[in-house]
């Protein structure tokens, strides 16, 4: 796959990025070590150093961002027994598109006992932007995941509310091969899902956090330490069904969005931290 690619648009020609990561790692002995690494195009992927005994892998697009026919693809496969951590480098942007859709997607392998959490940055919509985001992710017997996407409407300090944006996001969830949690976000750009009170009820920016459990029993157990951190006064709620726990969060801004949700996540990552490029 080329690092561009041309796309005819009302009788111009324009370039469009192509970009590809994958990255595979395996346990020895009591650490995560990288087995491979393959990144072409505008997809590149850095392992930064750190204290944990997990891998950690930083995503980055070199093209700076996305916009319509562009197309991202990231993979990750980790070894039983083993940890890992992806994260992005900074928050990706979706901008305005002349075109088709901006296509990324992500597919995720966790072997047996393993725990992998999927923590990208915010992806910010820019006006006229149209993104379609798809999450794969396949575990096998006693692996566990906590994964977050979490959409920012805009760029608070110039006021933006991007409220012709559209966003197509689909996420698949298998357990040995049976499908676990299915979910399908969407949004129309039409004024009844930015302002009703069943939907985002004039809110900017909005989360789901997934955590998936080696166990129902796990599972209750974790929803209950999360419950006791939520301050009912807040939009953000939780449900638990057998091994799964999910949250959803909404809030006015992103800075208030990420004080919402990184008390959360630190109760759910393996790690107990959060990559030091989210707190940048």
Request: glycine letters at 10%; one cysteine or more.
């Amino acid at each position: 796959m080329k690092f561009a690619e041309a796309e005819i648009v009302n009788g111009a020609i324009l370039q469009r990025a192509r970009g590809i990561g994958r990255v595979a790692a395996k346990q020895v002995g009591d650490r995560t070590r990288l087995a491979t690494l393959f990144q072409e195009g505008c997809g590149k992927i850095r392992l930064p150093n750190t204290h944990s005994s997990s891998l950690e892998a930083v995503l980055i697009n070199t093209a700076g961002g996305i916009t319509g026919g562009d197309y991202l693809q990231w993979g990750a496969d980790l070894g039983a027994g083993g940890h890992m951590v992806l994260t992005t480098q900074a928050c990706e942007r979706s901008y305005r598109s002349t075109g088709g859709f901006g296509r990324v997607e992500t597919s995720l392998k966790v072997g047996a006992g393993g725990h992998l959490d999927w923590l990208p940055q915010e992806t910010i919509l820019f006006a006229a932007s149209k993104l379609d985001r798809r999450l794969e992710v396949d575990l096998e017997e006693g692996a566990t995941l906590t994964a977050i996407e979490a959409v920012l409407l805009g760029r608070d300090a110039m006021g933006e509310d991007a409220a012709d944006a559209l966003l197509r996001d689909n996420w698949r969830i298998r357990r040995n091969g049976q499908l676990i949690h299915a979910e399908a976000t969407r949004l129309h750009a039409s004024a009844e899902e930015r302002q009703s009170l069943s939907l985002l009820n004039g809110n900017r920016a909005f989360a789901s956090v997934l955590h998936v459990a080696a166990t129902p029993d796990r599972a209750s157990s974790i929803g209950k330490q999360i419950r006791a951190l939520l301050p009912a006064d807040q939009t953000i709620g939780l449900s638990v069904n057998q091994s799964r726990l999910v949250i959803r969060a909404m809030a006015q801004t992103g800075l208030a969005l990420r004080r919402m949700i990184v008390p959360v996540l630190l109760e759910l990552t393996a790690a107990g931290s959060l990559p030091r490029l989210w707190h940048l």
